[in-house]
Each structure stands twice: as C-alpha cells, then as structure tokens.
C-alpha cells in the first residue's frame, strides 16, 4: 500500500471551511483513497472514500486531483466537535485482508 | 444494533498476568481486527481474521494471541502480559467485498504495571 504525508497540525476557525491536505505520490491505479478520523479517546470514525473522482457526503468533501497523487478532505462548515486527529490512508481492495495502515494523521484544532 | 462493542473498558495488570479481550459485533461482518495505539502514534495492526475460524498476524502480533470461534466475537489474549504492551485497543470489523469502510469500537485501555 502507498504511503501518506500529512500535515501534522491545523487550525480552523468555526464556521469556515476546513482543507486537510494529503499526499500520496506513489499511488497505484487499484488503491482508494480513505480518510478517517480519531476524536480524543475515541475509536477511529470513515468519513470518505474515492478512487478517482471527487466524492461528496453529509460529513465531508473529497477532491482528488487528475494525476491522483494528492488530495483535500474537505469539510464546509467546521465545527468545534470536529477537532480530531484526521487520517490519510491509501489501499487496494479485494485483496485478503482489507487492512488499514494508519500513519499519525492531521490534528485539526477548531477554534471559536 | 450495537455496532462493535468491546470489553473491558479499563483493565491494569501486573506483569506476568494473562487476560482476554472480547470484541463482538452485530453487522454480520466478515472481517475483525485488532489494533493497538501507542500515545502520539497511529493505530498499529496486531492481528486479524478474514471469517470465522481464520486468523492471521498484523505488523506486531509478538506477545499476542486470537481466536475467532464465531463470526460476531474476535478475542485478543496476552499471556504473559509485559510493560510493553500498556496500550490502547481497539477491535474493529468490516464487510468482505468491495473498499468498504472499518466500523471500530470504543478501546480498551490496558496498563501493565
């Protein structure tokens, strides 16, 4: 599976719109990208998947550029509850065993 | 539906003490795993099980054993438990086919004294 790079802090200011950065250089043409996230003390939460097309949900945005070597988590409207460890995984599927290698992410600190 | 829940929440040992920690889901999930996180670190791969009965090892599975007897429980066992291995766990479960997302549960916080 490729490997990451990620900021390892930012801040936002409530209200505006969060842009978490990542970079995965070395993709291959089978490998998604995931994000997920880890609030304090918490289990580790999927927020969005895509392969190569930008993919929207209730919680966040996904763009992933044409070359498919980086992307932007995006989250419209930040909230103080979105302060959270973000995290950047790249990985193939249909093989045996699905596992997610997690690096040590993006703090994103919401500020009011 | 519950999600994945995972006992205990909380557990302090001594070192050389044995324990099991019991991961259960009801999602009718095939896969389960087992990650440990260490303070500032990301979440580490111990071990995992594709099906019922089928267990295989992660990046660190030493000093960690697994059984899979039904689909919807995934136990993790330290039998001889070291300093080492005070840690955060999480359990976590997913669907079989397609890149589908993993479903984790609260942790379970382990010190070993």
């Known amino acids: 599976d490729a490997k990451t790079t990620q900021p390892t802090s930012m801040d936002c200011a409530e209200g505006r719109a969060a842009n978490l950065p990542c970079n995965h250089s070395?993709?291959?043409?089978?490998?998604?990208v995931y994000w997920y996230r880890q609030i304090h003390s918490q289990g580790p939460q999927y927020i969005i998947h895509?392969?190569?097309n930008n993919e929207t949900n209730e919680m966040a945005s996904l763009i992933i550029t044409e070359d498919r070597k980086s992307s932007t988590l995006i989250l419209p409207h930040a909230t103080l509850r979105d302060t959270a460890v973000y995290y950047c995984i790249v990985r193939s599927y249909g093989g045996a065993t699905n596992k997610l290698i997690f690096g040590t992410g993006t703090l994103l600190a919401v500020q009011p | 539906n519950a999600g994945v829940t995972q006992t205990p929440k909380f557990r302090v040992l001594k070192t050389g003490q044995s324990m099991t920690l019991l991961c259960a889901q009801d999602?009718?999930?095939?896969?389960m795993y087992w990650y440990r996180q260490d303070p500032g670190m990301g979440l580490r791969l111990i071990h995992y099980?594709?099906?019922?009965?089928?267990?295989a090892k992660g990046e660190v599975p030493d000093g960690y054993n697994v059984s899979r007897l039904k689909k919807q429980n995934f136990l993790l066992g330290l039998e001889s438990a070291a300093p080492s291995q005070t840690s955060v766990y999480f359990c976590?479960?997913?669907?079989?086919?397609?890149?589908?997302?993993?479903?984790f549960g609260p942790g379970t916080r382990l010190t070993v004294t």
């Open positions: 999602m009718n999930h095939e896969y």
């Open positions: 895509g392969l190569k």
């Open positions: 070395t993709i291959s043409g089978n490998e998604y």
């Open positions: 976590a479960s997913s669907y079989l086919l397609g890149p589908s997302e993993q479903y």
């Open positions: 099980s594709v099906g019922e009965g089928t267990t």
